[in-house]
Structure formats: structure tokens, C-alpha cells
């Protein structure tokens, strides 16, 4: 598996029309991470991060403050390189391909791997549009085929009841939850194999949070999701897996259940019993 | 001990006020005179001819100066498609993709250099630079003098306002797989939209009562302004020549070609703030 670094020439062309059904087995959407460096300037935060996410699994990312979570996830979709200071070494693959290579599509990367920031991001444009934001850039489809698809994004964000109504109002007029709920149905309409979520609840109420969470147990049928969050409850509650970061490094990764209840790593300990962080 | 403390911030706190509400009162009494001023003496004399006709010859009643209206129009506009998207360009490089790079640190000093730049300085510019080499005065050569003052504002404005939209809306679009320019175009100036209209209006607003890049440049008519190639008629060198006149009803003249820039100042400043309350 980590052996197989083909990097990719085969990914340049983006599919149209129209976002495939993913095909159901095997799962897609599986990650490695090896042996990845992060560097702000001269400043190094992440070292030697490995980790292996299984797909169609949600794995939670705990940790203090500043240990480099959001870094680490951010590296997933190379979002980093809009800042010209930062940089990484290492490899991650999605399916065995790099994307850290240098001949990666990153539109199509930043297709197949949505993410979902900390505070809610609706562009100034209607509901609509927002949604129809990631399709129109990747596809061109007929009218009736994109409001098809703009609903069904909505619906997977359950979001639709409450904005059917609204759906030609600004997207900034939404309530913070709904906002959130508008930016995941906005990264599900391109029908992305990995969902990045840094935080995705910090700024939403608790209804709110409790519908992310719920959306977040129901999209992992079809989809592998990261979770960045400081709410351990919540990792307990919905993910599958846990990878305990500190200072930069992944002290303890594994079964969430195991890891809460049994965890190998004093610090691990630690930080989940409230000790530190 | 403790209570000479308090009462020395008090006064302290007094004359601190006082200064301030008295800086604020001579400003507010030196703008509402010169807009006395203005209006009073400029209102009487505007009339239907005014605005319709030509000068008339020194000494003679009637006439108007419908030329330098419609040519202090014609030079802002032309300005404004010259130094608009230049400014707003040179806002966008500074904004998004100079930060950090030692080229966008010239840029953006330069741009806060041109910004202090005398207007007579881009009036002698321009004037060596066209009028001297093409050999005649001309509505281009005044229109790219105020150009030149009106590119520095818009840049800086720009740069202003889309810095101040929050990163995470920039990462959200390239998340989605969006490129860089489409990001820039459809979601930076999308949200900073009021924000470059107000710069715009802002520049507008600025130059177009400058008198002094066009007396090199642009220079003056009394004739419609047919072609742009030649000395162009517009109101404030207008002002600025009438006003020197010994004839009384040029003197009017000025007066009342000064009530028209005022108001059109005012109107431009007026639709900014509200286009700013509307939008924000
Ligand atoms: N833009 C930046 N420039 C320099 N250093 C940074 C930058 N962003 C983060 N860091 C540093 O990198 C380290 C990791 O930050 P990161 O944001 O990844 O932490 P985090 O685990 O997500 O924290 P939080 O839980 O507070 O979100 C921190 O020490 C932080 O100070
Ligand atoms: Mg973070």
C-alpha cells in the first residue's frame, strides 16, 4: 500500500457531465497519512504524523488547543498552499494516490475532499446559488438537473424544510446552524469522498449541533468523515475512530470505544479524563 | 490624596473634552460658511441658460455654461474608465496576491506615495509627458492627469476592503475546488462590494473638483467640447478663470459653476453613504 506512489496523470480531466453515483464497493474514501512534517516559516507544528482513516468510518481528532489538529486536516485538501510560508513533507494518499504530488489536480482533489471550517461560510448569494456553487464550477447540466441536485443536497443537509421557502434569500440571512448546515450541503453537492469538518459545531447552539451530529451518523454511509472537535462527548458519540493528537504529534489513534474507556497512552489518559488541555 | 487623584482625571477629562467639541465646532462653522457662501451667492445665479448655453461674451447678460457642465462630465468619466480598473487591479494584487512578496510592499507604498502626491505634480506630468510631446492641450491629457490622482484611491480602497473579508470565506470556495480568480471575482469583491463602490465614488468625487491637473492639461474652451482632442471646457478651471476676471457677470458665472460642483460632490457622497447603509 504505501509502496504503490503512482502519482497520477490519469486525474487531470474533470467528469462531466454530472457527478457519478459512487460505486458501492469497495468503499472509497480511505486515507494515509505517512510520516508528515508541517512547517509555519521555519516553525515546525506537525512531526512525523502517520495515520490510516478507514473509509466510510468517521474518525474524531482530539486534542488540547494548539496541538495541530486543524493544521493536520488541512493538509487533506491542500488548502495551506493558498499562504506561501507554509509547508509540508510526507504523503498523504486517498486510495493509494498522493495527493501531495506535484501533478495533483487540486480542483478535482478539492472535489472529491469537501471540508467544513469553524465558523459558518455562506458566500454572499442566495441559498440557492450557494449550493449550486461547487456544481456549476465542476459541471454543466441542464437547469432542472441542477435545482434537482441543488434539493437533494439540501435534503442530505437537512435543510430543506426549513429554506424550501427561502431558497432565492441571501445565504447570510440563515441562522448560524442553518448556515453550517447550508456550507455541509454545499460540499455534498459535488458528491465528495471525504467530508473535512474542523469544529463544525463551535459555533452552533445545541439543537444545531445535535442535527450536525445526527447528518454526521447518517452521511457516513456514503462518505469518509474527519471530525475536528475539543467537545469529547461528541467524539464519543459519533465516531468510529480517534486519533489523540498532542503537541503536534499522534500520541494514541484507535477504536473510539477502546480509546476512551481503555486508553494505552498516559497523556491519552490525561486528556480525556480532564487533567490537562 | 485619593480624591485630588479623581478630581485631577476629572478636569483632566474636562479639557480634553472641551478642546475636542471646540476643534469639531470651528469645523463645522468654516463648512457651513463656505456652503453659505456658495449656495447663496451661486444659486442666484443659475438659470435655464445656465445650463443650456454657452458663454456669453464678457459684459453681456445671458449665456450659460453648459460646455464646461457637460465637459467636466466627460473628463471625469474618461478619468474614471481610465483609473476604475487600474485601481481596482492594482487593489486586487495588493490585496491578494501581493501579501508578503517584497514586489506588493512597492506597490503598496508606491500606491500611499501617489496618494499624497500634489495634484499639480500629476497635472506637470501629464503635461510633459502629452500635452508638450502631442503639442496642444487636450480633454485626454486632463482626463489621464485626473486618472492618475483617482488611481491611488481606488487601489488603496480596494485593497482596504477586501482585505477585510475573513479568510475562511476565501478557503471556503477553494475547498469547494473553485480557482483563484474565480474566488477573487465571485466571492472577495462580491463581499466587498459596497465597500469598492464606495471607493469608486469616493475617486469620482475627489477629482472631479480638482482644478489644478487640468490648467496643464485639459486647459479650458469656451466652445462644446466636440472632440476630445483640444482644449476642453470644464467648471473649475472655469471657476478658476472667471473668478480672476474683472467682469461682474463672470464673476456670477464662477459663483454659480461652484454651486454646480458643490452639489455634485455632495450627491456623489450622499448616494455613497447610502449605498454603504443599504448594503452593510
Ligand atoms: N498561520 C499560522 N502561522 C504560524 N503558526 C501557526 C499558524 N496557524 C497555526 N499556527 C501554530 O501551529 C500550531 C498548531 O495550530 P492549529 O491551528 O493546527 O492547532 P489546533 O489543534 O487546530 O488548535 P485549536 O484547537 O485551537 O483550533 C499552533 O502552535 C499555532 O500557534
Ligand atoms: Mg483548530
Known amino acids: 500500500m ?13 467528469p462531466r457531465p454530472g457527478p457519478q453515483p459512487v460505486e458501492s464497493s469497495p468503499a472509497r474514501g480511505a486515507i494515509a497519512v505517512r510520516n508528515l512534517d508541517f512547517f509555519y516559516g521555519e516553525h515546525q507544528v506537525l ?19 494548539g496541538c495541530g489538529k486543524s493544521t493536520h486536516i488541512r493538509v487533506y485538501n491542500r488548502i ?29 482533489l478539492r472535489r472529491r475532499i469537501g471540508m467544513i471550517f469553524q465558523t459558518p461560510t455562506p458566500f454572499p448569494m442566495s441559498v440557492f446559488d450557494n449550493v449550486a456553487y461547487g456544481l456549476r464550477l465542476h459541471y454543466t447540466m441542464p437547469r432542472s438537473e441542477l435545482a434537482d441536485r441543488v434539493k437533494t443536497a439540501l435534503e442530505d443537509a437537512a435543510l430543506w424544510d426549513e429554506v424550501r421557502d427561502k431558497l432565492h434569500h441571501s ?22 469522498e471525504v467530508l473535512l469538518m474542523d469544529e463544525p459545531t463551535s459555533a452552533v447552539d445545541p439543537v444545531g ?66 487533567r490537562f488541555g | 490624596m485619593k480624591l485630588a487623584g479623581a478630581r485631577r482625571r476629572k478636569a483632566a477629562d474636562w479639557a480634553v473634552r472641551i478642546a475636542a467639541s471646540l476643534g469639531a465646532a470651528v469645523g463645522i462653522v468654516f463648512l457651513v460658511w463656505i456652503l453659505w457662501e456658495v449656495v447663496s451667492r451661486g444659486a442666484s445665479a443659475l438659470s435655464w441658460s445656465f445650463f443650456t448655453e454657452l458663454p456669453a461674451p464678457p459684459g453681456e447678460a445671458g449665456g450659460g455654461l453648459a460646455n464646461a457642465i457637460l465637459g467636466t462630465v ?32 512597492l506597490v503598496g507604498f508606491m500606491v500611499n506615495v501617489m496618494m499624497g502626491v500634489p ?12 500635452v508638450v510631446s502631442l503639442g496642444h492641450f487636450s480633454g485626454y491629457a486632463g482626463a489621464v492627469a485626473l486618472a492618475l490622482l483617482m488611481l491611488p484611491i481606488v487601489a488603496r480602497t480596494t485593497a482596504d476592503m477586501m482585505a477585510l473579508v475573513p479568510d475562511s470565506l476565501r478557503e471556503s470556495a477553494l475547498a469547494l475546488g473553485a480557482p483563484r480568480w474565480r474566488v477573487i471575482v465571485q466571492i472577495v469583491a462580491r463581499s466587498a462590494r459596497s465597500g469598492l463602490l464606495t ?37 473649475t478651471v472655469t471657476i478658476f478663470n472667471y473668478a480672476m476676471s474683472p467682469y461682474r457677470s463672470w464673476q456670477q458665472a464662477a459663483w454659480g459653476a461652484s454651486f454646480v460642483i458643490t452639489a455634485g460632490v455632495l450627491a456623489v457622497s450622499l448616494l455613497t453613504r447610502y449605498i454603504l447603509r443599504r448594503t452593510t
Open chain 2, 74 to 105: 466627460l473628463i471625469s468619466a474618461g478619468a474614471g474608465l481610465l483609473g476604475v480598473p487600474a485601481g481596482i487591479m492594482a487593489g486586487i494584487y495588493l490585496a491578494e496576491y501581493g501579501q508578503g512578496t517584497r514586489f506588493g510592499g
Open chain 2, 119 to 130: 495634484s499639480i505634480i500629476a497635472g506637470l506630468f501629464v503635461y510633459t509627458l502629452i
Open chain 1, 209 to 274: 449541533t445535535a442535527k450536525i451530529e445526527e447528518l454526521v451518523r447518517r452521511l457516513k454511509e456514503r462518505l469518509t468523515i474527519v471530525i475536528v472537535t475539543h467537545n469529547m462527548q461528541q467524539a464519543a458519540r459519533i465516531s468510529d475512530f480517534t486519533a489523540f493528537f498532542l503537541d503536534g504529534r499522534i500520541v494514541e489513534f484507535g477504536d473510539t470505544t477502546e480509546l476512551f474507556t481503555n486508553p494505552v497512552d498516559r497523556k491519552t489518559e490525561d486528556y480525556i479524563t480532564g
Open chain 1, 80 to 108: 495551506y498552499e493558498l499562504y506561501r510560508d507554509q509547508r509540508c513533507t510526507g504523503e498523504v494518499l486517498l486510495d493509494g494516490q498522493n495527493l501531495l504530488a506535484p501533478t495533483v489536480d487540486l480542483i478535482e
Open chain 1, 2 to 14: 504505501i509502496a504503490i506512489e503512482t502519482t497520477s496523470q490519469a486525474e487531470s480531466a474533470p
Open chain 1, 47 to 65: 512531526f512525523g504524523n502517520g495515520l490510516d482513516i478507514a473509509p466510510r468510518k468517521v474518525t474524531a481528532i482530539i486534542g488540547p488547543s
Open chain 2, 199 to 235: 471607493g469608486i465614488l469616493l475617486a469620482v468625487a475627489r477629482v472631479s473638483g480638482e482644478t489644478a491637473p487640468l490648467l496643464f492639461t485639459a486647459l479650458n474652451s469656451p466652445y462644446w467640447p466636440h472632440s476630445f482632442s483640444g482644449p476642453t471646457a470644464n467648471l
Open chain 1, 171 to 192: 445565504g447570510i440571512e440563515l441562522s448560524g446552524g442553518q448556515q453550517q448546515r447550508l456550507c455541509i450541503a454545499r460540499a455534498l453537492a459535488v458528491e465528495p
